[in-house]
């Protein structure tokens, strides 16, 4: 039985990391053992607070030596997670300048593992301009060369005709791939329904989230999202009162005083309000809508879990 | 008690008192440069002694590396080098090994010797040593554990007995990319399978340990008295640390160590940015007498130069291939940001045209956001350039820390694989920067190239490759830059120009000792100088080998 890995390529602006949120967000309901590369460079703490907060595992591959090859960390991590055999599925987010093709190829063939899926976002508002950038045009451009399914997103921020040139533009261009939506491959994902609209390859991947098995018995997780701004003093105290079995509260606050959007980061005894001035998800961050959304997991108390009061 | 040493002539690399014949020093530092009837005023009244044991010889300052990697080169020395090239190592002198027949018989005798610990080799190359393959090794080294290491670092060879010491299933990895079981061959992708194996011996820290010890007599050998460590965190932060203070922070240690910590490194990054600048702010407090860190940062924009994955600006590479970024553009501009509104000087890491492009965008963005004099904002290793940007560093008031090796190596070779001779020719592009009064230094980046500064100095003035060819002379430099690039500058971009890099009043004495003048035996003399001694903050250590 090999462990099946989907590869979610993309630039940075993407939403890989929403995408990879909402593949989690309905897998955890079926008790998916799924673990999460991610490769970040500096700031980790925001797609992992992401990421981990709703799955069972992150890990974020360290970008070590430059020059050789001595220290390659997705290697080791990979022959780790074979080795240890405690999951059932694997989602790489690659970097956002990753060769594509170089990464399959490196893992095509790895002892343990089976490329079940590879999906690469693209920023239908952005991709036109981003297939010229001078720093990573050329990158771009290889990612969709060597792409066959490929996600669209934030389609959202164009109107219908400009949507529709754009697609145009890359079905034509890039004849060998085929266009989903991200609605439709998540809403399959979500519900665990296969669609006509999702390829083989990404049935695969949906039936194996919907058949994994559970583990972390001991951890329950809670959402929090709103549109409602607060204070920060009012956050603090939430945190303050929360029950001593929550361990871990992370994500993105806005505030009532404050233009910019937060990061929220709690562990008993230590809790931040920081402005955050990265790159965040889409659905977050539009400072008209002030989406919050903060994830909070608890260890199980012997039946006597009480209700979070909400934040918001 | 001052201790006033003379020479036959003392180059100084302070352009207002450029040469001397007599230096005094006391507690380590520079009391006065002359001669001994001009330092008559400090002797008369201080006890002193006068020691003349360099009297015929040459005194220089003491040589500066501003960017190596000392425990990538640890993990490199304890093995056996086999090179087409000669080497100079302070233990033994490695000829040039130019045949199959050659390599072949250096490995037979090693095998003959009564060890059966894993044999290691470096420095292999089709091209010189022939055909490698399993058979070959497991007939040469039978039970023996062996593994035979590609020169550009890039490709291993196992034999049999190795492979099943690491137990390897041949059969699980028959077919995976670049790996070729039944060769013992292991490249590129197919490396990172068996490196993380060979990790546990050759990153173990006795393993580790003994290749800092001899990295120590190599700095030493190669005239220095000050080293760069360029990318702390390239393996494991502390682990580095702890290490690299254990060897080199000891009385007798012959450097100093400089240590700049790499950005994105295992154990340096932190849960976020603010965090891990803040980190980075603090390393000072852990500073030793010889073994420091200053407010500056190592950042990475492209791929390395030797595997040919420096970003190009248009036309690219011959054979169409695309160059890597070592992380994406927006989030090395975000951390450079970080960095700079935070005061730190940064030193980025660029070996394309279009690596040093973006390095220079984001500078020209941060000058706008908060603009700053003195930053050292440095180009490191400055493989491929284009005259225009080199106008830019100037505006943009960076620096420059070249790998001038590269184009002894490689400006042949890439000529003709890689991106053509005009372009291949001008690497390096050395003249245009000190013409333009940039500040320039020249480092090794050890175990890239040989941590030789007066060999890099060659290089730079002389522009002669492998081939023997002289490449793009307009960008040769005067020996006195080539001179100044391995003394003052290099201690200017590691901000450390108060303290050493010239020798005059009041900076530490440190020093290097020449059997030979260069400014009489010239450039084409520099290859042939033998470093005598180094002095150490007054204490003199003689180089190993030498009577």
Same mark, same amino acid.
């Given at each position: ?312 | ?61 003491? %040589?500066?590396?501003?960017? %190596? ?139 580790? %340990? ?243 500064? %007066? ?93």
């Amino acid at each position: 039985m090999t462990l099946p890995l989907t590869l979610i390529s993309g630039y940075l602006g993407a939403g890989k990391t929403t995408f990879i949120n909402g593949l989690l967000g309905s897998a955890n309901r079926e008790h998916a053992r799924i673990v999460v590369l991610v490769n970040d460079f500096g700031d980790v703490a925001i797609d992992a607070a992401l990421i981990s907060s709703i799955t069972t595992d992150m890990i974020s591959l360290i970008n070590g030596c430059a020059c050789c090859l001595v220290n390659d960390d997705l290697e080791r991590q990979l022959s780790n997670l074979v080795e240890a055999g405690q999951y059932d599925q694997v989602v790489f987010e690659a970097s956002g300048v990753a060769d594509s093709a170089k990464l399959l190829r490196q893992l095509r063939h790895f002892p343990g593992l089976t490329v079940s899926t590879h999906l690469t976002l693209v920023d239908l508002s952005v991709i036109q301009r981003q297939v010229r950038d001078k720093f990573v045009g050329e990158h771009i451009q290889r990612q969709l060369m060597f792409a066959r399914d490929i996600v669209e997103t934030k389609a959202d921020l164009l109107d219908e005709r400009q949507q529709a040139l754009v697609r145009q533009w890359l079905v034509l261009g890039y004849p060998a791939v085929e266009l989903h939506t991200m609605a439709a491959i998540s809403t399959g994902v979500v519900l665990g329904e296969l669609t006509g609209e999702l390829t083989n390859e990404l049935k695969a991947v949906t039936e194996d989230f919907s058949t994994v098995k559970a583990t972390h018995p001991d951890f329950k997780s809670y959402r929090f999202r709103g549109s409602q701004r607060q204070t920060k003093d009012h956050l603090m105290a939430w945190l303050d009162k929360l029950p001593p079995n929550v361990q871990r509260v992370k994500g993105f606050v806005w505030l009532l005083d404050d233009p910019r959007p937060h990061l929220l980061n709690y562990t008993p005894g230590c809790a931040s309000i920081s402005a955050y001035d990265g790159v965040l998800p889409a659905i977050l961050e539009d400072s008209v809508l002030a989406n919050s959304d903060l994830v909070a997991i608890a260890v199980h108390n012997g039946g006597q879990d009480k209700q979070l009061q909400q934040p918001f | 008690m001052i201790t006033v040493y003379t020479a036959k002539n003392i180059l100084t690399m302070n352009p207002s008192w450029p040469t001397a014949t007599a230096i005094a020093v006391k507690d380590g530092r520079i009391v006065e440069v002359g001669s001994l009837a001009s330092l008559q005023p400090w002797l008369e009244q201080h006890p002193h002694r006068i020691d003349a044991q360099f009297e015929d010889s040459v005194i220089m300052p003491g %040589l500066i590396d501003p960017h %190596l990697h000392p425990v990538m080169a640890a993990v490199l020395l304890p093995m056996q080098f086999i090179t087409a090239m000669e080497w100079h190592l302070p233990w033994e002198t490695v000829p040039a090994t130019v045949s199959p027949q050659a390599y072949e018989s250096i490995l037979r005798k090693a095998a003959a010797e009564d060890d059966s610990t894993p044999y290691f080799t470096w420095g292999y190359h089709k091209i010189w040593h022939g055909e490698m393959s399993r058979g070959l090794l497991d007939e040469i080294f039978g039970s023996r554990p062996a593994v035979v290491w590609q020169r550009s670092f890039h490709e291993v060879y196992l034999n049999s007995a190795m492979m099943a010491l690491l137990e390897i299933d041949i059969e699980a990895i028959r077919g995976r990319h670049q790996i070729d079981v039944d060769r013992g061959h292991f490249y590129e992708v197919g490396l990172s399978y068996v490196i993380n194996k060979l990790n546990r011996i050759i990153m173990a820290p006795a393993w580790i %340990l003994a290749g800092l010890a001899r990295l120590k007599q190599l700095v030493q050998f190669g005239g220095h008295t000050t080293v760069g460590d360029m990318a702390v965190g390239i393996f494991d932060f502390e682990m580095e640390w702890r290490l690299c203070q254990q060897v080199f922070e000891q009385p007798d240690n012959p450097f100093r160590v400089v240590s700049v910590a790499h950005a994105n490194g295992s154990g340096v990054r932190q849960d976020d940015l603010a965090t891990t600048v803040e980190f980075v702010r603090n390393l000072p407090e852990r500073n030793t007498a010889h073994f420091e860190f200053g407010q500056r940062i190592k950042l990475f924009t492209d791929g390395a130069f030797f595997s040919q994955l420096a970003m190009m600006q248009s036309p690219g590479y011959i054979d169409g291939h695309l160059g890597e970024w070592l992380m994406p553009p927006e989030k090395f501009e975000t951390i450079a940001r970080a960095y700079w509104h935070a005061g730190f000087k940064i030193h980025v890491h660029c070996t394309g045209d279009l690596g040093c492009e973006l390095a220079l965008d984001v500078l020209e963005k941060l000058q706008w956001e908060r603009p700053r004099f003195n930053h050292g904002y440095t180009i490191e290793h400055f493989g491929f350039s284009t005259p225009e940007q080199v106008d830019r560093i100037k505006l943009l008031g960076g620096s420059v820390s070249a790998n001038v090796y590269y184009l002894r190596e490689l400006s042949g070779a890439y000529s003709q694989v890689g991106i053509g001779v005009e372009r291949a020719s001008q690497m390096a592009r050395l003249q245009s920067c000190v013409g333009q009064n940039i500040l320039t230094t020249l480092h090794s980046d050890f175990p890239m190239a040989p941590a030789m500064p %007066l060999h890099n100095a060659w290089v730079a003035c002389t522009r002669q490759n492998i081939e023997g060819n002289v490449v793009a002379p307009q960008e040769r430099l005067s020996l006195e830059d080539g001179l100044k690039a391995i003394t003052i500058n290099a201690a200017k971009v590691l901000g450390i120009q108060e303290e050493t890099g010239s020798l005059r009043a009041g900076k530490k004495a440190d020093f290097v000792v020449l059997d030979s003048d260069p400014h009489i035996v010239g450039v084409d003399g520099l290859l042939t100088i033998t470093v005598l001694a180094t002095v150490f903050e007054g204490q003199v250590h003689i180089t190993p080998g030498l009577s």
